[in-house]
């Protein structure tokens, strides 16, 4: 299946893109957001990273689709 993953913040800049199309065999939201900062090397701890499947958040165990919107969100300080 490909679904679409837009990165935000340091995993932007970390991974060098705003968006990619990525295709993957069917896994849940927190296995998937796993397996990119594992395979881009993204330095962040998976269970930091929030996940948006079509614009809204979802569970660890949401099982993603053909076609998705993946956002992946790290945590973010600001003032």
Known sequence: ???????????????????????????????FASYLIELHQLGLPPSLVRVAVNSSFVSDDHVLGDGDEVVLIPPVAGG
């Open 1 to 31: 299946m490909k679904v679409t993953v837009r990165y935000f913040a340091v995993l932007r800049d970390r991974r060098g893109l705003d968006a990619e199309t990525v295709e993957c065999p069917e896994m849940t939201s927190s296995q």
